[in-house]
Every structure is written in C-alpha cells, then in structure tokens.
C-alpha cells in the first residue's frame, strides 16, 4: 500500500524557519510530481510549491523567495524549506504526490495526512 507521511511541522515564531519532510513508502514504481498544499482554518486548500520529477519547480506568488521545495528521488522524499516564515502561513501542510504502482499503471494522486504549523508574532 501506498503512503505518504509528512513530518517536522510545529510552532515558530514570526521570522523563523521550518524544514517539512514528507516520505513515499510501499510499492510503487515511479514517483512523479510532488508537491505541497496547505489549508488554513475556514479557506480552501491551496497548492503551494510543486516539483516535478526532473527538478523543476514553480510556487504560490506569496511564498516565492521564503520557500524552497526539493526532492531526493533515490529515497522518495520531498522537501519543504520555509524561511521568513509570517502568521498568514499558519496552516496544516500536506504532501501530495503521483505515483505510479507499475510501468503500465497511469497512476494516480497519493495525499499524506498533513501536518500542522503555527506562526505565532
């Protein structure tokens, strides 16, 4: 079974600096885009940084220049870099990902169960 398990959310305060890990584990064949949503209380989820599996990257206009996303392919793992972080990026953050189970397979969205931060002023 496929799943994706997000790690390193928490409280920070206004400035500061969080690093978000999300891991692919199970069967699979292939991991393609990775990305990271986040969802603050009463909004919508929104798509905050994708990579593709070849390294290129494009970001939420609020966050470019603060985040950073990369990737270690050999190991299934997305990462999420957050500096200058400010109240307004105060949300759950979850991982997503395409992944295919074999050669054939077209695959399909895998979500991780998210997990929180919380900048405080």
């Known amino acids: 079974q496929v799943q994706l398990a997000e790690s390193g959310g928490g409280l920070v305060q206004t400035g500061g600096s969080l690093r978000l890990s999300c891991a692919a584990s199970?069967?699979?064949?292939?991991?393609?885009?990775m990305d990271w949503y986040r969802q603050a209380p009463g909004k919508q989820r929104e798509l905050v940084a994708i990579?593709?599996?070849?390294?290129?990257?494009n970001y939420l206009d609020s966050v470019k220049g603060r985040f950073t996303i990369s990737r270690d392919n050999a190991k299934n793992l997305v990462f999420l870099q957050m500096n200058s972080l400010k109240p307004e990026d105060t949300a759950v953050y979850y991982c997503?990902?395409?992944?295919?189970?074999?050669?054939?397979?077209?695959?399909?969205?895998?979500w991780g169960k998210g997990t929180p931060v919380t900048v405080y002023p």
């Open positions: 199970g069967s699979f064949f292939r991991v393609n885009n």
């Open positions: 997503n990902a395409w992944i295919q189970k074999s050669k054939v397979d077209i695959g399909m969205d895998y």
């Open positions: 990579i593709t599996s070849g390294g290129g990257t």
